[in-house]
Structures are given as structure tokens and as C-alpha cells.
């Protein structure tokens, strides 16, 4: 028994990943479920849009640099005890040069001149933390990882917002309450991650020579492979807004919660076993280090996944009564986007093994793909306005799944 424990629960860092990013979502779900009760629809609406502008921002900035520099800087942490500047220097030339294009593009989005102030800095931290919590799994443990990301920033951010609205009602006291716990994460981040791997700085100047067109070009190509579905999150709140009204962002904001229940129970397994995903050569990627790797994520995942689909199909009505009383209607939405969920399961294990392993040899054509689907599907409500905005919503989260997966296995059928 004890070698069962140690074997599939202890030791296995995927599932180690799963409950620590667990504790943040159930945070963030509360929250989600007090902001939805206390704010009013167009607040909450517009607390929606932010929060998932924020989300894109920060992950096309960060231009997936935490997962091409994941190889290069394991060796220069654990063992050299250094930290490379040039990955620095990258990540933050990277960070400065997306931050100018978001400021144009937030003021159109949000029309207002505070709301574009505070984004900037939120996204500039949100940055921080994202990579140095990707790079602390370099020695594989997962501890600082979890605290920082998915304990102590939504911690902070619950209890800011809590006391936030009841002090003043509205959309604006959320923002400044995101800024207040991404300074304090992004601080005790940097000061924690110095001390775990006894890292030394002796510079902290920023270098253009170290600056890699090549990583950098790399870097936006897995953004459009991953982006899909961070920009769905985003144009399905701001455009359906504009199509539906208010009250269909609410509600999209809400099934995106129980979507990223999913997305959670999987990213989060499959992040934690990252340092194990990623072959030091290519040719340890074979089909069956492939396959043994996916059945291992798949059996550690679809035991949690499954059993929220089944309490949701029979519990759908109570869910909703307890944390969204005023959006119960939506009840039987609620569980065909869980087997949206299923479907995550099943399909993102193959992507991601590729992915960590730069073996996408087709991202050009399953960018294109993938995008095309993406435009038309947003022009649908346009050209033809009787089309069911729920239905739009469960298309849109489902397509770039489909496109991804279908060139996942023609990736997959090339390795030998």
C-alpha cells in the first residue's frame, strides 16, 4: 500500500500539480460566485472582459518563453547555480515590445484611460510570475510553483476583492485589487525563487545583443498554436457582448469557470509533468515514450474529470442554485460544456507532448487552420442572426480542440 501511495500519489507530479492548482481554482470560483452575486450585470460583465484581457495579454507577451527556455535554464539552476541573463533579457525585450501594442489595443477595448493604466502593470507582474513559477519546476518539485501561482496570488486576490466591494461597489475596486495581490506575489516570487535555487545576480542589466530573433519567432508560432483558445476566451466575452448584450457575457464568464474546471484538471497534470514530458534529446522522443506518457497523464487525469461530469449531470441544478442562484436557467448549458471538458481531456495530452518537445512540424498550416475556423465562426451571429447564442458558445469553445487534436495525430503518426 505504501509503495501504491508513494508510486501514484506521492511521487507523481502531475497529480501533486492537479491539487495545488485546485486550491487557487476553488478560490477563484467563490470569488467568480461572491463578484456575480454582489456586482451588477454590466459590472460584472465588464470584470469579465478585463479578467480575460488580462489572461490573453499576458500569455501572447510571455510568448511561451518559459517553455523554450525550460531546457536551457534546468541545467543552469540546478547545477551551475547561475541565472542566464540572456533569457532575461528575452523575456523582458519580449514583455516591452507586446506591452505597446496591448496599450492600443486596451484603450479601444475598454474605452477608458485608467482602466488601459492599471493593465499595464498588472501584465507586466502577471509576467513575472507566470515564468518564474514554470522555471522553479526545473529541479521537479512543484512546491514554490503552487504557492505562488495558484495559492498565494488567489489568497490575496479573494480577500482584496472581498473587502474591496464592500467597501466600494464596482468594477474598478476589482482592478485595484488585482494590482494590490499580483505587486505582493510577484515580490515574495522573486525573493522565494532566489532562495530555493541560491541563485546569484551580479548584474541586472538588460542587453540587447542576448536578444533571439530566432526564440522570439519560435515563440509567437507557439502562441498562434496555443493563442486559440486564450483569444476565444477573450472575443467570445467582448464580441458577444456586442451581439448578445450583457447578460450572455455573464453568463459565458460563468460556464467558463466550470470549462476551466477542465482545462485545470488536465494543464495542471500536464504542466506537472512537464520536466518528465521534455526529452534532453531527440531521440528519446519515440512513440512509445509517447505513448507510455499520455496513458500516464490520461490515467491520472480521467478519474478526477470524469467524476465532475458525473456530479454536474446530476447535480447541475444544485450547483448553480449554490454559487449562481440568478443564472440557474442555464442549467442543462452547464452540462454540455462539461463534455466539452471531456473532450480537453482526451485531446490536449497529445498536443502538449509535442509542444514541450518543439516536434509541431506543421504549425504554420494548423495556425492557418485553425484561425480561418476561428474568424468564421465569429462573422456567424453576423451572417446569420437567428443562429442560438448558445450554441455559438459551445462551437467556439469545441473547434480549436478539433483542428488541434486532428493535426496532433498527423504529428504524431510521423514519429517513429
Given at each position: 500500500?505504501?509503495?501504491?501511495?508513494?508510486?501514484?500519489?506521492?511521487?507523481?507530479?502531475?497529480?501533486?500539480?492537479?491539487?495545488g492548482?485546485?486550491?487557487?481554482?476553488?478560490?477563484?470560483?467563490?470569488?467568480?460566485?461572491?463578484?456575480?452575486?454582489?456586482?451588477?450585470?454590466?459590472?460584472?460583465?465588464?470584470?469579465?472582459?478585463?479578467?480575460?484581457?488580462?489572461?490573453?495579454?499576458?500569455?501572447?507577451?510571455?510568448?511561451?518563453?518559459?517553455?523554450?527556455?525550460?531546457?536551457?535554464?534546468?541545467?543552469?539552476?540546478?547545477?551551475?547555480?547561475?541565472?542566464?541573463?540572456?533569457?532575461?533579457?528575452?523575456?523582458?525585450?519580449?514583455?516591452?515590445?507586446?506591452?505597446?501594442?496591448?496599450?492600443?489595443?486596451?484603450?479601444?477595448?475598454?474605452?477608458?484611460?485608467?482602466?488601459?493604466?492599471?493593465?499595464?502593470?498588472?501584465?507586466?507582474?502577471?509576467?513575472?510570475?507566470?515564468?518564474?513559477s514554470?522555471?522553479?519546476?526545473?529541479?521537479?518539485?512543484?512546491?514554490?510553483?503552487?504557492?505562488?501561482?495558484?495559492?498565494?496570488?488567489?489568497?490575496?486576490?479573494?480577500?482584496?476583492?472581498?473587502?474591496?466591494?464592500?467597501?466600494?461597489?464596482?468594477?474598478?475596486?476589482?482592478?485595484?485589487?488585482?494590482?494590490?495581490?499580483?505587486?505582493?506575489?510577484?515580490?515574495?516570487?522573486?525573493?522565494?525563487?532566489?532562495?530555493?535555487?541560491?541563485?546569484?545576480?551580479?548584474?541586472?542589466?538588460?542587453?540587447?545583443?542576448?536578444?533571439?530573433?530566432?526564440?522570439?519567432?519560435?515563440?509567437?508560432?507557439?502562441?498562434?498554436?496555443?493563442?486559440?483558445?486564450?483569444?476565444?476566451?477573450?472575443?467570445?466575452?467582448y464580441?458577444?457582448?456586442?451581439?448578445?448584450?450583457?447578460?450572455?457575457v455573464?453568463?459565458?464568464?460563468?460556464?467558463?469557470?466550470?470549462?476551466?474546471?477542465?482545462?485545470?484538471?488536465?494543464?495542471?497534470?500536464?504542466?506537472?509533468?512537464?520536466?518528465?514530458?521534455?526529452?534532453?534529446?531527440?531521440?528519446e522522443?519515440?512513440?512509445?515514450?509517447?505513448?507510455?506518457?499520455?496513458?500516464?497523464?490520461?490515467?491520472?487525469?480521467?478519474?478526477?474529470?470524469?467524476?465532475?461530469?458525473?456530479?454536474?449531470?446530476?447535480?447541475?441544478?444544485?450547483?448553480?442554485?449554490?454559487?449562481?442562484?440568478?443564472?440557474?436557467?442555464?442549467?442543462?448549458?452547464?452540462v454540455?460544456?462539461?463534455?466539452?471538458?471531456?473532450?480537453?481531456?482526451?485531446?490536449?495530452?497529445?498536443?502538449?507532448?509535442?509542444?514541450?518537445?518543439?516536434?509541431?512540424?506543421?504549425?504554420?498550416?494548423?495556425?492557418?487552420?485553425?484561425?480561418?475556423?476561428?474568424?468564421?465562426?465569429y462573422?456567424?451571429?453576423?451572417?446569420?442572426?437567428?443562429?442560438?447564442?448558445?450554441?455559438?458558445?459551445?462551437?467556439?469553445?469545441?473547434?480549436?480542440?478539433v483542428?488541434?487534436?486532428?493535426?496532433?495525430?498527423?504529428?504524431?503518426?510521423?514519429?517513429?
Open positions: 500500500m505504501k509503495r501504491l501511495f508513494n508510486t501514484y500519489i506521492k511521487n507523481n507530479l502531475g497529480l501533486i500539480n492537479l491539487f492548482k485546485s486550491f487557487g481554482r476553488v478560490f477563484f470560483l467563490l470569488l467568480i460566485s461572491f463578484l456575480a452575486y454582489k456586482l451588477s450585470v454590466k459590472d460584472f460583465a465588464s470584470f469579465a472582459i478585463f479578467w480575460s484581457s488580462l489572461r490573453m495579454f499576458t500569455f501572447y507577451a510571455a510568448n511561451n518563453l518559459y517553455i523554450i527556455y525550460f531546457n536551457k535554464i534546468r541545467d543552469s539552476l540546478t547545477l551551475d547555480k547561475k541565472w542566464p541573463l540572456k533569457i532575461s533579457s528575452n523575456i523582458i525585450i519580449t514583455a516591452i515590445f507586446f506591452s505597446l501594442i496591448i496599450t492600443i489595443v486596451s484603450v479601444f477595448i475598454f474605452d477608458d484611460v485608467i482602466t488601459t493604466i492599471l493593465i499595464i502593470p498588472s501584465l507586466f507582474l502577471y509576467i513575472i510570475i507566470r515564468n518564474l514554470e522555471f522553479a519546476k526545473v529541479d521537479n518539485s512543484l512546491f514554490l510553483s503552487i504557492f505562488v501561482e495558484d495559492v498565494l496570488f488567489y489568497v490575496l486576490f479573494f480577500v482584496f476583492s472581498v473587502v474591496g466591494v464592500y467597501v466600494y461597489n464596482g468594477f474598478q475596486i476589482i482592478v485595484i485589487a488585482l494590482l494590490l495581490s499580483l505587486i505582493i506575489t510577484a515580490v515574495i516570487c522573486l525573493v522565494l525563487f532566489k532562495r530555493k535555487f541560491n541563485i546569484k545576480i551580479n548584474t541586472y542589466k538588460i542587453n540587447i545583443k542576448d536578444f533571439s530573433i530566432s526564440d522570439f519567432k519560435l515563440g509567437i508560432n507557439y502562441s498562434f498554436l496555443r493563442g486559440n483558445e486564450v483569444l476565444s476566451n477573450f472575443a467570445v466575452r464580441l458577444g457582448q456586442i451581439y448578445f448584450g450583457d447578460i450572455f455573464a453568463y459565458a464568464h460563468i460556464m467558463y469557470q466550470f470549462y476551466n474546471v477542465f482545462t485545470l484538471l488536465t494543464m495542471s497534470v500536464i504542466s506537472g509533468f512537464q520536466s518528465k514530458i521534455t526529452v534532453k534529446t531527440q531521440g522522443l519515440n512513440k512509445t515514450f509517447f505513448n507510455k506518457m499520455y496513458l500516464k497523464i490520461i490515467k491520472t487525469i480521467s478519474p478526477f474529470v470524469l467524476s465532475v461530469i458525473i456530479i454536474i449531470i446530476i447535480f447541475n441544478t444544485q450547483i448553480l442554485t449554490w454559487f449562481f442562484p440568478k443564472y440557474i436557467e442555464y442549467n442543462t448549458l452547464l454540455k460544456v462539461s463534455f466539452v471538458g471531456l473532450l480537453f481531456l482526451l485531446i490536449q495530452p497529445l498536443v502538449f507532448i509535442l509542444v514541450y518537445n518543439n516536434r509541431f512540424a506543421n504549425i504554420r498550416a494548423l495556425n492557418f487552420s485553425q484561425y480561418f475556423i476561428m474568424i468564421v465562426l462573422l456567424l451571429p453576423i451572417i446569420n442572426k437567428e443562429f442560438n447564442q448558445q450554441n455559438w458558445l459551445l462551437v467556439v469553445m469545441t473547434s480549436f480542440m483542428v488541434q487534436g486532428f493535426y496532433a495525430i498527423l504529428n504524431y503518426n510521423k514519429i517513429r
